[in-house]
């Protein structure tokens, strides 16, 4: 077993919940791309349809076709040596390959926390459903997504930063707060500072937890994995593993510290 992982396809299932890891196809977007005709020189637009990277989810099953495998690479470089060990996802999409990605939270979460709640309580309450991008000058709606992107990232971690700035603070906190599947419920401004209070409580201060996400394989920086005794770490840094942290009434997928509920996993090969 290459680095503790199996040889082919496979699902990664957490030994205490059932939940597995799973990849999601975000499918194509419209937009236009600016043309100039070589024999005119005219300028215009030609519409086109642009891939979106794949985004990395949990769930009790699959979604669609096998996105709930996996397999582990071990690339090579032009010499035939050992790049890295990689986890990367079976989706076979227009933008390439895409291996499992563990980062840190955006920005420093002391000085930005700081600043989102100093400014939460310049807004009026009547403001909190508008767009951030709507309520502040452009430097400040930036700081704002970066500390609330700080505090939610497993929520945030498929969206750019224009539907980061286009949420609303409300906004930011249902998303932790609502099961999306169920009816939608007001969440009063009084409510959604608490939450944003509670969620700052909870937050590790030295920013050791980390979160995961997809990146493109071949990117500079993509992380390699190692598995032992049903824990999944990054190569050669045990201290932190890959664990379910339970949040409301769903659970994040992080790395945190040894000791904590849901960290073992299984192996199930493609049947």
């Known amino acids: ?106 920005g ?13 309580d310049e807004v009026k309450k009547s403001d909190f459903g508008t767009p951030i991008k709507n309520l502040f000058l452009p430097d400040v709606a930036e700081k704002i997504v970066k500390a609330l992107a700080t505090l939610y990232p497993q929520e945030s971690s498929d969206l750019s930063f224009e539907q980061q700035s286009s949420l609303s603070v409300t906004k930011w906190v249902e998303m932790n ?23 700052i409580s909870m937050a590790p201060r030295e920013q050791k937890e980390m979160f995961l996400t997809l990146w493109g394989w071949g990117r500079e920086g993509v992380s390699k994995w190692q598995a032992e005794g049903g824990y999944i770490f990054l190569e050669g840094k045990p201290e932190l593993v890959l664990t379910l942290v339970k949040n409301g009434g769903s659970h994040n997928a992080t790395l945190v510290g040894k000791g904590e509920p849901n960290q073992r996993w299984q192996f199930e090969p493609k049947s």
């Open 108 to 120: 420093n979460l002391n000085e930005n926390v700081r600043f989102l709640m100093a400014r939460i």
């Open 1 to 106: 077993m290459p680095n503790g992982f199996p040889e082919g396809k496979f699902r990664i299932i957490n030994q205490d919940t059932g939940i597995r890891l799973l990849s999601h196809d975000n499918g194509f977007v419209s937009g236009s791309l600016d043309a100039k005709s070589s024999t005119t020189h005219e300028t215009g637009e030609i519409k086109a349809n642009f891939a979106q990277d794949p985004s990395f989810r949990i769930g009790s099953s699959g979604g669609k076709g096998d996105d709930d495998l996996w397999w582990f690479h071990q690339g090579k470089d032009a010499h035939g040596r050992l790049k890295g060990n990689y986890l990367m996802s079976n989706l076979d999409v227009t933008n390439g390959r895409f291996a499992l990605q563990a980062e840190r939270p955006p």
């Open 177 to 199: 707060m609502c099961d999306p599947d169920e009816d939608e419920i007001i969440i009063e401004p009084d409510v959604v500072k608490l939450a944003l209070s509670e969620r």
